[in-house]
């Protein structure tokens, strides 16, 4: 029997972690050869969710000129998404908010996972844990990640997954 299957794109500005947080989660590891890409990149990867394990058709997509183009192809037929954004960078952090607006004005009410990457750079950290956590309680969907050392990778997918495979 077939798992489940659903696309979900990863979204966010340039340099947040999108590719690694997509290696990490479908490879199970970090991977030191992610290369620069345009365009997107797609991967399967499979998550567990309360109905059983799921694929998700990861589309990897390359945002241009601090965005996304709403009207692109690679968004059609989506399921979910993964907002990235940069603790690091409190810009980032801003401008995902302001895509997981974008995306369900143009998409209707699809899940969306806000994964603020590099909580192992906590140190240089412009939004501090606080801060996660208040966005956290408006959205269970918020997740500090790490996407080198897999710092919930996984729940970010199976949060998704969760939303996603209500049919069994």
């Known amino acids: 029997m077939s798992l489940p299957r659903f696309k979900v794109c990863v979204l966010g500005e340039a340099a947040v972690g999108k590719s ?5 989660f479908v490879q199970r590891e970090f991977d030191t050869e992610r290369r620069v890409r345009s365009g997107a990149q797609v991967e399967v990867g499979t998550a567990d969710s309360p109905l059983g394990m799921c694929e998700l058709v990861v589309w990897d997509v390359l945002c241009a000129d601090g965005g996304f183009a709403l009207e692109t192809s690679y968004l059609t037929g989506v399921a979910g998404a993964v907002i990235v954004c940069d603790r690091t960078r409190r810009p980032t952090v801003t401008a995902a908010k302001a895509m997981i607006d974008r995306l369900r004005d143009t998409f209707g ?6 994964a603020i990457n590099k909580s192992d750079l906590a140190g240089s950290a412009e939004v501090s844990e606080d801060e996660i956590e208040t966005l956290r309680q408006k959205n269970p969907g918020v997740f500090s990640v790490s996407a080198t050392s897999g710092e919930q990778v996984n729940a ?3 949060y998704l997954a969760a939303r996603l495979n209500r049919d069994g």
Do not use: C, G, K, R
Request: proline share 14%.
């Open 20 to 24: 690694t947080l997509v290696s990490t």
């Open 109 to 114: 009410p699809v899940p969306v996972a806000l």
């Open 156 to 158: 970010v997918f199976s």
